[in-house]
Structures are given as structure tokens and as C-alpha cells.
């Protein structure tokens, strides 16, 4: 689960809560840490765009990748979010899931 940071246009991300699969599949705790801290770069761009799709367009989004995030370019993953909302319009959290082939 990611919170979601909104200070004027910019969007910040904080994974609020990051599961044991995840966490043993990319060898690290994530959990508390906003994204810009963790990713780098191409990286960060590539992995932020579909969390900020999910916060600007309010609406649930899959998508499949590979693990460059974390160094693992041979570990394929596909993601399931759902945006939540605290206030019933604007979205604050993402609900994510993933999945490591």
C-alpha cells in the first residue's frame, strides 16, 4: 500500500505497508521510505508513472515489468492498483499487488 502526497501539482509516494512476498522477492523492506529515496533515475520515472496514472485518473491499472528497480532485470512481475479514496473523490493511497514470475 502507498500513500500519496499531494503538494500543489506534485505528487509524492511513501509505501505505506510493503508485504513479505514483495519484500523477499527484491531483497529489502521498503516499507515508510518515499519513492524518490529508494529509486533512481530512469528508474524512478518508469516505476512512478503508473502510480501517478492510478492518483490522476482515478482508476485501477495492471501492467507487467521486470525488476530493474532493484537490480533484478531477469525477475518478471505483474502489478494489479486500485486507488483508494479517504474522502470518496480524491485518491490518497494505492492498493497494489504483485506478483513475481
Known sequence: MADILREGEKLRFRWRLVGTHITEKTDRNVTGLYFEDIYDGANHDVLVAAYVWMAQNSKSLRWFENS???????????CAGMPLASDGKTVDKLLVGMFFA
Open 68 to 78: 530493474e528497480f532493484v537490480e533484478k532485470d531477469w525477475l518478471a512481475f505483474e
